[in-house]
């Protein structure tokens, strides 16, 4: 089977942007003819992995070179992707990405013995770092085929199929998520995505955070409800705030297995607003409330709550919460439920003038 038509043309346009861009690549080449080179080869070995015919490890070159070139011709082939005017077929796109992910399986099979040695020396944190950015290379790719899929653009797709395409979607959204925090925690110190406050909605927020996980919520029969402000327009950090509110509400879904979980945002007094998710889960055992903060902790062989063994989600909640100013709170009973909140100072723009000049002060 070979590789034709739109998609091949658009893995074309990306390796031409490469070359065309060598400076995000000067670090590791000797000249543009040798990223000319470089990505000929790996456009080569894609189309021939895609066909069936992945070449022997020989034929692949292995260097810095090779593996920045690889992932920088991943990105600009999604966004190629991105721009075609017609319905691409899902099925021909998997293909093609997985032979991408082939290709990058190939460049280094010694990796693990790198790994071992820097992880074990004075960088590994930033190994670490390496690691996760890593990650998210090809979690964005299973985003963009499932958001691309849900969408349509391939074709009508079932009820049954835009649930499972939902899951996948969350799935992908929750690892590339655990990414970040890592990022996070290793780099992020008490530095906040958005530094400067900016207008934003509270009310969107919450939305989109109940559609990121609706269809996690929808597979175990759970109830989602929003409460939102009555004035939902403020001033603040709305990406860390987002962040914090979906870590806090998969958590949520991932411990109840029958019930509701709630998101509220309730007016505490003059620019207060009070956060909070709450559900009707098993509670957190007493053995666990101790470490409930603590980064890469080992699991207990009780599974203690957390968002995964390393308990990273719960650390970057917290951090974030501090960082604009508030304190994560957490209230639970076995059996019943838990809840955690926490309370920001969030001023109401004065007008519409005034929102439009907020807005404005922002502005790159």
């Known amino acids: 089977m070979t590789v034709a038509g739109p998609l091949w043309d658009a893995l074309g346009a990306a390796v031409q942007q490469v070359r065309a861009g060598p400076d995000a690549l000067r670090g590791d080449a000797a000249s543009a003819?040798?990223?000319a080179g470089i990505t000929s080869v790996l456009m080569d070995a894609v189309r021939r992995a895609a066909e069936g015919r992945l070449p022997?490890?020989?034929?692949?070159p292995r260097s810095p070179l090779a593996r920045g070139a690889h992932a920088l011709l991943r990105t600009r082939f999604l966004e190629q992707t991105a721009q075609l005017p017609a319905p691409v077929?899902?099925?021909e796109l998997l293909r093609v990405l997985r032979a991408v992910e082939q290709v990058a399986g190939r460049l280094d099979p010694l990796w693990h013995q790198r790994f071992e040695e820097r992880l074990s020396g004075p960088d590994g944190l930033e190994l670490v770092v390496e690691v996760a950015h890593d990650l998210r290379s090809p979690l964005t790719s299973i985003l963009f085929l499932a958001e691309t899929l849900l969408r349509g653009r391939s074709g009508p797709i079932t009820p049954l199929?835009?649930?499972q395409l939902g899951l996948v979607y969350g799935a992908a959204f929750g690892l590339s998520s655990v990414a970040s925090d890592v990022v996070e925690?290793?780099?992020?110190r008490d530095r906040l995505m958005d530094v400067a406050p900016m207008p934003f909605s509270i009310a969107e927020i919450m939305e989109s955070v109940r559609d990121i996980v609706r269809p996690i919520a929808e597979e175990k029969g759970l109830t989602m409800t929003l409460v939102p402000?009555?004035?939902p327009l403020r001033v603040g950090h709305p990406v860390a705030l987002n962040r914090v509110l979906l870590n806090l509400t998969t958590n949520a879904l991932k411990f109840t297995d029958e019930g509701a979980v709630e998101i509220a945002a309730i007016e505490t007094g003059d620019d207060q607003v009070e956060f909070s998710v709450r559900d009707t889960g098993r509670g957190i055992p007493p053995g666990a409330m101790a470490?409930?903060?603590?980064?890469?902790?080992?699991?207990?062989?009780?599974?203690e709550y957390a968002f995964s063994g390393s308990g990273l989600g719960l650390s970057i909640c917290r951090r974030f919460v501090e960082t604009m100013g508030g304190e994560l709170r957490v209230e639970t009973e076995q059996g019943k439920g838990t809840r955690f909140a926490f309370t920001l100072q969030l001023p109401v723009p004065g007008s519409?003038?005034?929102?439009?000049?907020?807005?404005?002060?922002?502005s790159p």
Do not use: T
């Not at 925690?185 to 992020?188: C, E, N, Q, S």
């Open 291 to 303: 470490l409930l903060y603590e980064p890469f902790r080992r699991r207990q062989r009780d599974r």
């Open 33 to 35: 003819e040798e990223i």
């Open 229 to 231: 402000p009555g004035n």
């Open 56 to 60: 022997p490890d020989e034929e692949l």
């Open 89 to 91: 077929d899902g099925a």
């Open 185 to 188: 925690l290793v780099r992020g």
């Open 352 to 362: 519409m003038s005034g929102l439009a000049a907020d807005f404005a002060s922002v």
């Open 161 to 163: 199929q835009e649930r």
